[in-house]
């Protein structure tokens, strides 16, 4: 409806065009005249209300574009509906303007004035195109009604060669490959490298800002899909509305105006028929088949994603043989993605079929009407030619004009997901005005704390315990008691649902989280390894660390023997995800890394992989390491915490036992019970 109230008041418009024309009816010579345009008056008013009030009434909910046009609404995986009780609605026009301002900072590079006025140079090369499509055309009459007429060859001369010129311009046709046209795609290259680089590291910046409730909750593979295109699609929507949409539309309206006003009025409205019905079936059928097109993205995630999750757990596939059951998950969900990819390739050719229908009804409609106009001597030969040309030359950029629309949509369903990343809320924030950490013995004080990872059962329950200064205290525990969560709130990777937690007195919730992880090393449960050298891991804990600074630590964490031991050494890859070295290995690597941080306070979670004569000598490494450092390890071997100055025994969220080793052993409770277990184990 609001397609037919614009159409309208657009026709309504194109008398406008003809003011000055003696053949129309401006003059107001009689009565019937003026009640003419009485009615005219009546009814340009009415259609702009009515097209007014179209653009303010509620815009539809929309998914390719709900991320893009709702600021409030987060839940996009839930598909919350964006009009619902209570909520503000937004119009249609509103809904247009949020989804073009979006692209406005990457249209208009901010604080590189070089590439602004790369922008400015473009534009004017676009403006300079439509120009030339308007004369390229002219000149082509002029020549055939000089050749009919055999006017003096100087004069057809100069004719030709100003068309070749506009020609070279042009290019093979409107917006193809000519000399402004390629000028102009050069250009806008490094606007484009500059769009892409930004959206990517804005994107990865925000990913790495996002808590790991958030990560531990998302497939890699999926996350990556999105990424990257999403970041094409910016590229690609800026080229396509900047370059291809806006200069069709406006080579639309310049051809409407031209025939108008130059031949008769009749032209005008057989093209602006043409392009409405041809503009109107485009948007209708892309906004039906875009399901079908947001449905094989889902399923494309699906594949890549379950691909990438096969592949990095390569190891455990072959421990259970399962490589024909993977590689048959694989081809199901390719196969479900090419069912999806078959509906879009059939549903555009349906598109491309009905684009060609009414471009070859418009095309035969205009060439009759000017072959009559010419039989009549109302136009010339050249007439003719001039309106052939430049009709073909029209609807060259109005064929292409449903490709670009579907781009655009394509692109904007492609960025949905990346959208999404971009709306994902940051868990953990600095407080305002939150200040640096300042460290000055290093003491840690649990008060009161209550966590859970949802609102249902509570993970830690009133947890309440001091480290002092330079002193040890180990967490002990059955599995899911809470010691790992202790070390996430600690480390700040969550916050805690009640109570502080603080360090020298000082609420970490209130201090800067990046100073807050600088005067904390960790070495924690999992140890995960980048896809590069041994020595590059080490140096990761201080990236201007010197190499005899990687060395040292690695003998510190007892692992300078066995790395010098491979053929490579120090330069060693250690594979995806470290899977090249075992687990005690990459243990030792993650110690190392946490040595040559060298924080001040430390916190261990994981000495379970190593063999005896190994632990023993990274025990009295870390014993060294320790000295007048905070310490809070999570212990798995009860032997390694004999001489922890505190010993905290945790059991379903609360603390049930502490003290050092010697009293739990005489109090005979949970302690003691798990000790002898152990060493019955080790016997």
């Not at 009640?35 to 009030?53: A, D, P």
């Amino acid at each position: 409806l609001l397609l037919f109230w614009a159409l309208a008041f657009a026709a309504e418009n194109l008398t406008l065009v003809c003011w000055r024309s003696p053949l129309w009816w401006w003059a107001l010579e009689d009565t019937n005249q003026k009640v003419r345009f009485g009615f005219w008056l009546l009814r340009y008013i009415c259609t702009f209300m009515l097209f007014v009030l179209g653009m303010k009434a509620p815009g539809l909910p929309h998914r390719p574009y709900m991320l893009l046009v709702n600021e409030e609404e987060r839940d996009v995986e839930n598909s919350q509906p964006l009009l619902t009780d209570g909520s503000r609605t937004t119009s249609t026009w509103k809904d247009f303007r949020r989804k073009l301002w979006l692209l406005v900072p990457y249209i208009w590079p901010k604080g590189n004035h070089l590439l602004q006025g790369l922008v400015l140079f473009c534009m004017t090369l676009m403006g300079l195109e439509r120009a030339i499509n308007v004369f390229v055309p002219i000149y082509y009459k002029n020549i055939v009604n000089e050749l009919t007429v055999g006017a003096p060859w100087h004069t057809l001369a100069w004719t030709v060669c100003s068309y070749v010129g506009l020609k070279f311009l042009q290019g093979g046709g409107a917006g193809s490959t000519g000399f402004v046209s390629n000028l102009r795609t050069f250009l806008w290259v490094w606007v484009q490298q500059f769009t892409n680089r930004q959206v990517q590291v804005q994107l990865f910046a925000h990913l790495h800002g996002l808590s790991l409730r958030w990560h531990l909750g998302r497939r890699t593979g999926e996350v990556l899909r999105s990424v990257d295109r999403g970041t094409s699609s910016i590229n690609n929507l800026l080229s396509y509305i900047v370059f291809s949409i806006v200069p069709t539309i406006a080579d639309i309206i310049i051809g409407i105006v031209y025939f108008t006003s130059v031949f008769s009025a009749w032209f005008g409205l057989i093209i602006f028929v043409c392009m409405s019905l041809y503009l109107t079936l485009t948007i209708f059928i892309t906004e039906w088949r875009t399901k079908y097109r947001r449905d094989m993205n889902t399923r494309d995630n699906e594949a890549k994603s379950r691909a990438v999750d096969s592949l990095l757990n390569f190891e455990t596939v072959k421990y259970y043989n399962a490589e024909s059951y993977e590689v048959n998950r694989f081809n199901d969900a390719i196969v479900k993605y090419q069912v999806r990819e078959w509906k879009v390739s059939a549903s555009l050719g349906l598109l491309n079929q009905t684009q060609n229908l009414v471009i070859g009804l418009g095309l035969l409609a205009g060439s009759l009407l000017c072959a009559y106009f010419v039989t009549e001597n109302k136009l010339q030969v050249g007439d003719f030619v001039l309106f052939g040309t430049y009709i073909i030359q029209l609807y060259t950029p109005l064929n292409w004009f449903g490709t670009y629309y579907r781009m655009i949509q394509n692109s904007f369903v492609d960025m949905e997901n990346m959208f999404e990343l971009f709306h994902e809320e940051q868990e953990v924030k600095d407080a305002v005005n939150a200040s640096e950490l300042r460290l000055e013995a290093g003491r840690i004080e649990f008060e009161n704390v209550h966590f859970s990872y949802t609102d249902g059962k509570e993970i830690l329950q009133d947890i309440s315990f001091s480290v002092m200064p330079g002193q040890t205290l180990a967490l002990v525990g059955p599995s899911g008691s809470g010691k790992s969560t202790i070390i996430r709130l600690l480390f700040r990777f969550y916050d805690v649902r009640g109570g502080c937690i603080r360090i020298d007195g000082q609420d970490i919730s209130q201090v800067k989280q990046a100073s807050l992880r600088a005067h904390i090393g960790v070495v924690p449960q999992d140890t995960v390894l980048f896809n590069d050298t041994i020595a590059n891991n080490i140096r990761y804990g201080r990236i201007l660390a010197t190499d005899e600074e990687v060395q040292e630590a690695a003998r510190a964490a007892d692992i300078h023997d066995r790395i010098l031991s491979f053929p490579d050494g120090y330069n060693t890859q250690v594979g995806e995800r470290g899977l090249k070295l075992s687990g005690g290995e990459k243990q030792r690597v993650a110690i190392a890394r946490t040595i040559l941080k060298g924080p001040h306070i430390i916190l261990l979670d994981a000495t379970s992989a190593l063999d005896t004569e190994t632990e023993r000598n990274i025990q009295a490494s870390l014993a060294k390491v320790c000295v007048h450092r905070t310490t809070i390890v999570v212990a798995h071997r009860l032997s390694t915490i004999v001489g922890a100055d505190q010993i905290l025994v945790l059991k379903d969220g609360h603390i049930v036992e502490r003290g050092r080793h010697e009293e739990l052993l005489q109090k005979g409770g949970v302690y003691a019970g798990m000790w002898l277990q152990q060493q019955a184990g080790d016997e």
